[in-house]
């Protein structure tokens, strides 16, 4: 079969590291635009892959119609962008988070069904095998119901990450909406719902700005209620100057669960009659070493088999519902419920 048309719509450092690469692995892809309000980052990657440069998507999407793109652009114009995409007839990659309020989520979630397109959320922790192995222990029953938990994803911040370094967007909040919990924080709320198979219903959070330079919040403290009972804490920082942290421990009935505590057994069981398995899985991937991140992979294999992609707009939505109730808990100074 022909292969799969594909934009990249913002060529930043998610593109350079994840999508770009891994499209160009991918059997069934080929790159034909790439978008960037800086022509050159565009056409660096046009010269090298093949494909057109464009410095604006609405002339790409009328010139070019793809079959698909990914959006890797601000999270504030995730939802426009998309929109646009959609109502061109192309799938939708977006990065998380995927909009900056509900309603643009709902609507982008409509742009793609009554366009009869997919749309697809990166939130790639779903992918990482040690999220996937822990995932098949929880599901075995050996470690009964979780009772507790800690989800936790730090780093030294987008200064150190993105192409722009400290004048990046990130740290803007007309173009960002939301610093680490939109970064990270979405990425756990995300993962321990798709972990426990559950849906958070009330939290209470402490969101911060504390060493980073602008207006968007730097640290977040989230506690969480978890409809089947579970509560935790999430927290997301980009002041973790001495090494990222993207670790899950989960307290359960029968024992305990570790995820990314150690480098060499990636999920640990501790079992209350002193059973002890550790599994080496495969490093988490990390911004000082990517690894291939299996979103591109997984969104492209939804397109060519006519699948629904494994991360909705749905579930992304009701990821970013986490996280926007926590920014009202923090504004309100009271627990919220989660709609």
């Known amino acids: 079969m022909s292969k799969v048309r594909v934009a990249v719509i913002g060529c930043g450092s998610i593109s350079k590291h994840r999508h770009i690469p891994e499209y160009v692995s991918n059997e069934n892809v080929e790159l034909v635009a790439f978008v960037d309000p800086v022509i050159e980052r565009a056409q660096g990657y046009a010269?090298?892959?093949?494909?057109?440069?464009?410095?604006?998507?609405?002339?790409?999407?009328?010139?070019?119609?793809?079959?698909?793109?990914?959006?890797?652009?601000?999270?504030?114009?995730?939802?426009?962008?998309?929109?646009?995409?959609?109502?061109?007839?192309?799938?939708?990659?977006?990065?998380?988070?995927?909009?900056?309020t509900d309603e643009e989520a709902a609507a982008m979630i409509e742009a793609a069904a009554s366009n009869g397109v997919k749309l697809m959320v990166g939130h790639n922790q779903r992918f990482i095998p040690a999220h996937v192995k822990a995932k098949q222990i929880l599901k075995s029953g050996v470690l009964g119901k979780v009772l507790t938990f800690r989800t936790s994803f730090g780093h030294p911040g987008p200064d150190g990450w993105s192409i722009d370094g400290a004048g990046s967007w990130f740290f803007r909040k007309n173009e960002a909406i939301m610093g680490a919990m939109g970064d990270l924080g979405v990425h756990k709320s995300d993962l321990i719902r798709w972990l426990l198979d559950d849906e958070a219903s009330e939290v209470a959070a402490f969101i911060a700005?504390?060493?980073?330079?602008?207006?968007?919040?730097?640290?977040?403290?989230?506690?969480v209620r978890m409809k089947g009972g579970s509560i935790g804490t999430l927290v997301a920082s980009w002041t973790y100057y001495k090494g990222e942290d993207n670790s899950t421990v989960l307290w359960c009935e029968k024992g305990v669960m570790k995820i990314g505590t150690d480098p060499e057994d990636q999920v640990i069981v501790e079992l209350r009659n002193g059973t002890v398995?550790?599994?080496?899985?495969?490093?988490?991937?990390?911004?000082?070493?990517?690894?291939?991140?299996?979103?591109?992979d997984a969104f492209v294999d939804a397109i060519v088999?006519?699948?629904t992609p494994e991360v909705t707009g749905e579930?992304?939505?009701?990821?970013?519902?986490?996280?926007?109730?926590?920014?009202?808990?923090?504004a309100s100074g009271k627990f919220v419920e989660v709609k």
């Open 47 to 100: 010269e090298q892959h093949g494909g057109k440069a464009f410095a604006d998507y609405e002339t790409m999407l009328a010139e070019i119609k793809p079959d698909a793109v990914s959006v890797c652009t601000p999270n504030a114009t995730h939802a426009e962008i998309s929109i646009a995409a959609a109502k061109a007839g192309a799938h939708v990659l977006v990065e998380k988070p995927m909009a900056s």
């Open 209 to 223: 700005t504390l060493d980073k330079p602008g207006d968007v919040d730097d640290n977040a403290s989230v506690l």
């Open 277 to 296: 398995e550790k599994h080496k899985v495969g490093a988490i991937s990390t911004n000082e070493k990517q690894l291939a991140s299996g979103v591109i």
């Open 305 to 307: 088999n006519d699948t």
């Open 315 to 330: 579930e992304g939505r009701k990821s970013l519902a986490v996280i926007l109730s926590a920014f009202e808990s923090q």
